[in-house]
Every structure is written in structure tokens, then in C-alpha cells.
């Protein structure tokens, strides 16, 4: 093993997102999710969540959202729906499979539009019919990256817009996962494995034109938060690990 996939191990097992290899149970995203619910919105300095945030905003920065038909696929507990709604949609819809999440995100959005899907096609919607798709740390679940991508294509207008982030194919290159914590035991969520060229190659053959692409590593803005666990010798080894992507892609065609 290369000295930098130590120490991205190193930098993942003190990480409150991710935990140790030893006694971890692998879960399928829905009933990982079932399970997470409970703690999800409560977790404290999460750095995975904390730079996703920040790649999020900048592929939204200039999209167009007022006045739109927006819907978030893998919506959980609605963690951009503040800064969807302050974009003023003409409707935001919430897409998931786990009930739970989305009962979470009712909570706090008592009359949000919420849709439980239970297979590949979203059929709640017509084709064409949808003007931004939203999906975040959702993509690398799907059984088949290409049958997903197909369908939230076959939501989108003409010149509609895709904002899709996800967990670093590099990270997981470099043995790094999903992981929570649940009643005192440790969980690992199954995720498919892919790189950024076959993400594009998928783009491009479904006719997906990249208008936004960023990418974050671990960095000075979330040292704060490994400090306070006092972890900061595993901030230094970690540094420059890219850990999460995002793009914002239009419909040519």
C-alpha cells in the first residue's frame, strides 16, 4: 500500500463520517438509510457534508432556478433545500427511497411535494416535464449509472440542467467509504465504484454538455473541525486528498 492510501486510511478511521474496517457491517443504501435517519441531521463536523456544501453552491451559483420545476433525487432530509427555496422554484419536489429521510425532511417542510420511489423509472413525472434535477451523494448508489442517468435525462426540457455531486472516485480508490454509526455500531453503505472519465464518457453519450465542474480536497477550511476532535495529525496527512465532485451539465439535445 502507497504511503498516501495510509494515510488517507488514517484521515477516514478518526473522520466522524467514516470508521474503522474492523466489526463494520455493509448495508445497501436504503437500509442504511433507514437506520441513519435518526442522526443524520444532528451529526456534528462532518467534513464530507461540510465540502460537498461548498461544491454544491458553486455549481448552483448560475443556475437558473426562479420560476423553475425543480426536482431533488436522493433528497434525504432536504440538506439544500434552504438554498433551493430561497431561489424561488415555481415547485421543488423531493425524491427518495427511504421513508424515513423523507419523513425527516417533512418535518420540516410540512407541505413539501415528497415521492417515494421504489424502482429505476420516477414515475411521477412525465418526460420533459422538469427544468433542474438535483441529485447529491446519491449517484455512486445506483445499481446501474447509466439507467440512472438516462432517467433523470428523460425528466429534463431541452436546456434543462442536471447539478449532480458525489463521494470522490479517488477517494474510494484509495480504500476510503461511507460509514455512520448507529446504537454504538458501525455500518458501511455499499457504493458503486466508477471514475470521473466514465462519468463523463456517460455525459457525453447522453448528450450532457458539462457547463460547471469543481472538485474539493481536504483543506484549510474544515482544519477547525479536526482540531476540536483533536485530531489534527490526521488533517496534515489528509491534506489535498480530494474527497468530493460535482458538476452542472445542460440537455443538448
Known amino acids: 500500500m502507497s504511503s498516501a492510501a495510509q494515510w488517507a486510511r488514517t484521515l477516514w478511521r478518526r473522520a466522524r463520517h467514516v470508521l474503522p474496517l474492523r466489526s463494520v ?15 443524520y441531521d444532528s451529526e456534528a463536523d462532518n467534513v464530507l457534508l461540510a465540502l460537498e456544501r461548498h461544491v454544491f453552491l458553486g455549481c448552483l451559483s448560475d443556475a437558473s432556478v426562479a420560476g423553475k420545476v425543480v426536482v431533488d433525487i ?12 430561497s431561489r424561488q422554484p415555481c415547485q421543488l419536489h423531493g425524491v427518495d427511497t427511504s421513508a424515513e429521510m423523507l419523513a425527516r425532511l417533512r418535518m420540516r417542510y410540512p407541505d413539501a ?48 440542467e442536471i447539478i449532480v455531486t458525489e463521494f470522490h ?16 455500531k458501525t455500518y458501511e453503505i455499499e457504493h458503486e465504484r466508477f471514475t470521473v472519465e466514465e462519468l463523463r464518457s456517460l455525459f457525453q453519450s ?48
Open 25 to 39: 457491517r455493509r448495508l445497501a443504501p436504503e437500509d442504511a438509510y433507514r437506520l441513519w435517519s435518526e442522526t
Open 74 to 85: 436522493g433528497c434525504g432530509t432536504g440538506r439544500h433545500w434552504d438554498s433551493l427555496l
Open 113 to 160: 411535494r415528497l415521492h417515494r420511489r421504489t424502482g429505476t423509472r420516477i414515475g411521477e413525472f412525465g418526460d420533459g416535464c422538469v427544468d433542474l434535477v438535483v441529485s447529491t451523494l446519491m449517484l455512486g448508489y445506483a445499481r446501474d449509472l447509466r439507467d440512472e442517468l438516462r432517467e433523470w435525462t428523460r425528466l429534463l426540457r431541452l436546456g434543462g
Open 169 to 184: 472516485p479517488e477517494a474510494l480508490r484509495q480504500g476510503m467509504m461511507r460509514t455512520f454509526v448507529h446504537r454504538g
Open 206 to 253: 447522453l448528450h450532457l454538455e458539462i457547463v460547471c465542474f469543481l472538485e474539493r480536497t481536504l483543506d484549510e477550511s474544515v482544519r477547525a473541525s479536526f482540531e476540536r476532535q483533536n485530531h489534527t495529525d490526521a488533517y496534515f496527512k489528509g491534506f489535498g486528498i480530494p474527497l468530493v465532485l460535482g458538476f452542472r451539465l445542460r440537455r443538448a439535445r
